[in-house]
């Protein structure tokens, strides 16, 4: 059983186009978490609901809105999509907002915009 | 604000060779300090962590030492593999009422073991 699961893996689209990515963890944590990773490697956080409330929104554009219909899913919608988009993007999670909690990732979306 | 500093990479290691990569970090504050792994086509995952300062994470094999005087938070390992083949991220999350567990990576650093 996967715990924190994204959906899909592989996401490869036209300019302008607007996509969702989905993400679920079943692992009963309370906050939810979206990261982009860029070709560089390096990650930086784009938003946190904990229980389903929006506690973190980072300087993104407004074209991305996330989503969160209960406290195991946390999705993330793109608009008018741009190559400067193309990244991974990576779902977390954990169960509360301590400092020393790890957060449980998911393996990743590839997002490829052409 | 927060922030991590890594070493640049790639390193490129032989099999059983010693394994250091170095982090720094600036944060207001006590944080937490992490190192996550992630491994090709995976997402990432929590190699080791230490809360408090002069404490010690370690796991499988790799260990790193808070130390608040230098602000560092090195990982090292006496005997590298070729399945440590990953990226590496040190990270820290602010301990306080408003930090909501935001965690802050540093950049990276892509470690090669060759037999």
């Known amino acids: 059983d996967t715990a924190v699961s994204q959906t899909p893996k592989y996401l490869v689209t036209q300019m302008g186009n607007d996509k969702s990515i989905k993400c679920e963890q079943n692992?009963?944590?309370?906050?939810m978490y979206w990261y982009k990773q860029d070709s560089k490697k390096f990650l930086k956080i784009m938003f946190s609901?904990?229980?389903?409330?929006?506690?973190i929104n980072e300087t993104v554009p407004n074209r991305f809105s996330p989503k969160s219909p209960d406290k195991a899913h946390l999705n993330l919608h793109i608009n008018s999509l741009e190559l400067g988009d193309s990244a991974v993007y990576f779902c977390?999670?954990?169960?509360?907002?301590?400092?020393?909690?790890?957060?449980?990732f998911g393996s990743g979306t590839q997002l490829s915009v052409l | 604000g927060n922030s991590v500093t890594q070493m640049e990479g790639p390193v490129t290691l032989s099999e059983e060779a010693f394994l250091t990569i170095n982090c720094t970090y600036t944060?207001?504050?006590?944080?937490?300090l992490f190192w996550y792994v992630q491994y090709p086509g995976e997402g990432l995952q929590l190699l080791l962590k230490?809360?408090?300062?002069?404490d010690k994470g370690s796991n499988k094999g790799f260990e790193a030492t808070y130390r608040k005087e230098t602000t560092s938070f090195h990982l090292e390992k006496g005997s590298v593999q070729v399945s440590d083949s990953a990226v590496y991220f040190c990270?820290?999350?602010?301990?306080?009422?408003?930090?909501?567990?935001?965690?802050?990576f540093g950049q990276g650093t892509i470690l090669t073991v060759h037999p």
């Open positions: 230490a809360t408090k300062a002069d």
């Open positions: 990270a820290l999350i602010n301990a306080g009422g408003t930090s909501y567990g935001k965690l802050t």
């Open positions: 944060a207001t504050g006590y944080p937490s």
């Open positions: 977390a999670s954990r169960v509360g907002v301590a400092s020393n909690e790890k957060l449980f």
């Open positions: 692992l009963g944590h309370d906050t």
């Open positions: 609901y904990n229980n389903k409330e929006l506690i």
